[in-house]
C-alpha cells in the first residue's frame, strides 16, 4: 500500500470524527441560569477537539517522513484510528455527566487507549524515519510513554478527584502541542 494512500484515508477518518463530535453536541436551551452548563459543554468539545487535532498534526509530521510501510504499522494505524473513534463517546459522556467519576474514567481509558496505540505504532515505523537520529527517536518515543503513563494515571485519579483527571486531560495536549522541533526543521528542508 502506498503511504498516500493510508494518510489520506486517515485524514478522512480524522475529518468525519470531528464532525460527528460537534453533530453530537446536545446543547440546553441558553440562559442565564445554565450559562456554564453550555460553556462546560463547547470546553469538554473543545479539549477533544484539541486531542484529535494534535494527535492528527503529530501523525502526519512523522508519517510524512516514512520512507516505507509496514503490514505492522497499516495494522497499528487502523487500531489506532478505531480508538481515536471513539472519543466522540466520552467526549459526549463527558459533556452529559461531568459530575460523575465514571465519565472521567471513560474518557480516560479512550485517550490511554489511543496513547498506547499511537506509541506502538510510531516505535513500529521508527527505522523507517530517516530525519531522526536514534537518540531523537528515543526522546520522543518517552514523551509517548509519557502520555500513556499519565492519561494511565487519569483512571485511578478520576476516583480521587474528577479535576486531578481533568487536569491531565487539559494539559497532556500541550505536551504534544508542537511535533517534534528536529522534524519540523527537516520539513524546511
Not at 513500529?124 to 499519565?150: F, G, H, Q, Y
Not at 491531565?168 to 504534544?176: E, R
Amino acid at each position: 500500500m502506498k503511504k498516500e494512500k493510508l494518510d489520506a484515508f486517515t485524514d478522512a477518518v480524522v475529518a468525519i470524527l470531528i464532525t460527528l463530535m460537534v453533530l453530537e453536541i446536545k446543547l440546553p436551551q441558553v440562559t442565564i441560569q445554565n450559562l456554564m452548563d453550555v460553556l462546560r459543554h463547547i470546553g469538554i468539545y473543545a479539549m477533544s477537539f484539541v486531542v484529535i487535532g494534535i494527535t492528527w498534526l503529530n501523525y502526519n509530521t512523522f508519517f510524512k517522513y516514512l520512507n516505507h510501510l509496514s503490514t505492522k504499522t497499516i495494522w497499528l494505524n487502523l487500531i489506532f484510528l478505531f480508538f481515536l473513534s471513539l472519543i466522540p463517546l466520552p467526549t459526549q459522556a463527558l459533556g452529559e455527566n461531568f459530575y460523575k467519576k465514571e465519565s472521567h474514567i471513560f474518557y480516560g481509558i479512550i485517550l490511554t487507549l489511543v496513547s498506547v496505540v499511537y506509541t506502538l505504532m510510531q516505535y513500529t515505523a521508527n527505522p523507517s524515519i530517516a530525519a531522526l537520529t536514534k537518540a531523537e527517536l528515543a526522546r520522543l518515543n518517552k514523551k509517548n510513554w509519557l502520555a500513556v503513563v499519565l492519561y494511565a494515571l487519569s483512571i485511578p485519579l478520576s476516583l480521587v478527584h474528577i479535576y486531578l483527571s481533568t487536569t491531565i486531560f487539559i494539559l497532556l495536549p500541550v505536551l504534544y502541542f508542537l511535533p517534534s522541533k528536529k522534524l519540523l526543521a527537516a520539513e524546511d528542508k
